[in-house]
T-cell receptor, first 114, second 117 residues
Framework: AQKITQTQPGMFVQEKEAVTLDCTYDTSDPSYGLFWYKQPSSGEMIFLIYQGSYDQQNATEGRYSLNFQKARKSANLVISASQLGDSAMYFC???????????WGAGTKLIIKP | GAVVSQHPSWVICKSGTSVKIECRSL??????MFWYRQFPKQSLMLMATSNEGSKATYEQGVEKDKFLINHASLTLSTLTVTSAHPEDSSFYIC?????????????FGPGTRLLVL
């Protein structure tokens, strides 16, 4: 069965510091995709970054990068130079090869302190 | 990125009434849309997969007669909560598939907060 695990229910980080949000996954599919979404208090889900299982390089999008370690089945999100506006819930998700649905982690609440 | 709209953003209704929520992909065509429900401080729970031109696929435990889904076009899916009750109060959010193959991504609408009195 496919599963996403986010072990950090909440994190406090000082503004301008880098932060790593953990995500581990479990799947038997040879091909899969990993996603990170941000959900601010307004409720919208904002797509941040995508990593394909066959991608050789770690994905990067601006201040976001994904530390993909396939052998360890981890896909941690790294946010560099954190900003107050980064305070939100962050969800890791996985898409399997067998269907188009996403499997979601429980989320991590990130609070950036000024 | 692709834009998905959702309307209304807030609904307050009396118990027993029906509520329709619209999900639109504004700048792309979406053959598949997804409807989620989210309780406070919890992750998203997939309710159903909406396929254009065919019946929706509901997740286990989701009443199809309670939550009616219509995907009439490549840019519009609707969720109707029929005979709503207070326990249906929740945050409902839709997403639409964009792209294909490995790069396929789900883009989300802003969500609808439903409060049933």
């Amino acid at each position: 069965a496919q599963k996403i695990t986010q072990t950090q229910p909440g994190m406090f980080v000082q503004e301008k510091e880098a932060v790593t949000l953990d995500c581990t996954y479990d799947t038997s599919d040879p091909s899969y995709g990993l996603f990170w979404y941000k959900q601010p208090s307004s409720g919208e889900m904002i797509f941040l970054i995508y990593q394909g299982s066959y991608d050789q390089q770690n994905a990067t999008e601006g201040r976001y990068s994904l530390n993909f370690q396939k052998a360890r089945k981890s896909a941690n999100l790294v946010i560099s130079a954190s900003q107050l506006g980064d305070s939100a819930m962050y969800f890791c998700a996985m898409r399997g090869n067998s269907n188009y649905q996403l499997i979601w982690g429980a989320g991590t609440k990130l609070i950036i302190k000024p | 990125g692709a834009v998905v709209s959702q309307h209304p953003s807030w609904v307050i209704c009396k118990s027993g009434t029906s509520v329709k929520i619209e999900c639109r992909s504004l700048d792309f065509q979406a053959t598949t849309m997804f409807w989620y429900r989210q309780f406070p401080k919890q992750s998203l729970m997939l309710m159903a997969t909406s396929n254009e031109g065919s019946k929706a696929t509901y997740e286990q435990g989701v009443e199809k007669d309670k939550f009616l889904i219509n995907h009439a076009s490549l840019t519009l899916s609707t969720l109707t909560v029929t005979s709503a009750h207070p326990e249906d109060s929740s945050f409902y959010i839709c997403s639409a598939r964009s792209g294909g193959g490995e790069q396929e991504t789900q883009y989300f609408g802003p969500g609808t907060r439903l409060l049933v009195l």
